[in-house]
């Protein structure tokens, strides 16, 4: 089996999600970890044209789970949304959030990105990484991420970024030893 783990990287504040593919039957096992940095300038953020509901915008899915979770999509700011997600490999779904529904649980089973938006507001939207392994992470706003308690072996670590697509490079992870596994992706096209 292939073993390899994934790093998501937000746009913004670089937030990255790193995840290793393998068996999690090991208690003790090494760290992967490292930077994932961009080579360019990055681009100044658009300003989002807030045309409803401008007090308080927010839809907040909690992502950070691999394939075959529950995925918990919470409405905390007591306005109508409407969730929709682009998926090709797991059911998709359109449904409106009204403020009384504070959470929606959907299952999404199958490894994918999937775009998810409010067709109520325009200017929002997201994104659920569902990964086939137990090892990943998420990049904080420098970029650094580190993902503890790899069981020992050869890996093939994943970086995805939204606007940049995916990288990947070798780790080979021993025991009670960090492996450093840093990337910088390149500005595309
Ligand atoms: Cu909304």
Redesign the pocket.
Known sequence: MKKYAVVLAACASVALSVSIGANPASAAGGTVSGTVKYDGTAPTPKKVEVTK?KEV???HPHFEEPAGSTVDITNSDG?????HTYSTKNPSFNMA?PKFKKVIKTKVDKPEVIKVT????GW?HGWWVATDTPYFAVTDDKGNYSIAGVPPGSYQVEVWQEKLGTMDQKADVKDGATATTNFTMKPKG
Do not use: P
């Open positions: 509901d915008c927010g839809l306005i109508l949304h409407n969730i959030q409010c067709d109520a507001h929002m």
